[in-house]
Nanobody, 122 residues
Framework: VQLQAYGGGLVQVGGSLRLSCVAS????????MGWFRQAPGKEREFVAA????????YYLNSVEGRFAISRDNAENTAYLQMNNLKPEDTAVYYC????????????????WGQGTLVTVSS
């Protein structure tokens, strides 16, 4: 499975962005999807995950209520809608895929996209 992430950019505090992750090379409905991020000087952290059907989602506590993960299996695409962005959301965001049902552990994800930079200015 190959993953291509899009949608990063520069946004002001309180603004919104939507990240997209397009998958190819395998049945999209057979993989759970996740988003992770890595800020400068920090370790990569889990942000959100969604199950194969979209019925289950998990979020990092600090983004719950502001971010929403979704997927369109017909379009082989996962999304991360980010609202009310804060400076601490600044990071490179990576999408990832796993053959597991749903998980929040980075080590469970076998496929990774290239990352897209999100910068939130104050």
């Amino acid at each position: 499975v190959q993953l291509q992430a899009y949608g990063g950019g520069l946004v002001q505090v309180g603004g919104s962005l939507r990240l997209s992750c397009v998958a190819s090379g395998g049945p999209f409905s057979a993989i759970a999807m996740g988003w992770f991020r890595q800020a400068p000087g920090k370790e990569r952290e889990f942000v959100a995950a969604i199950s194969r059907t979209g019925a289950s989602t998990y979020y990092l506590n600090s983004v719950e209520g502001r971010f929403a993960i979704s997927r369109d299996n017909a379009e082989n695409t996962a999304y991360l809608q980010m609202n009310n962005l804060k400076p601490e959301d600044t990071a490179v965001y990576y999408c990832a895929a796993t053959n597991n049902w749903i998980t929040t552990r980075a080590t469970d994800f076998g496929f990774w996209g290239q990352g897209t930079l999100v910068t939130v200015s104050s």
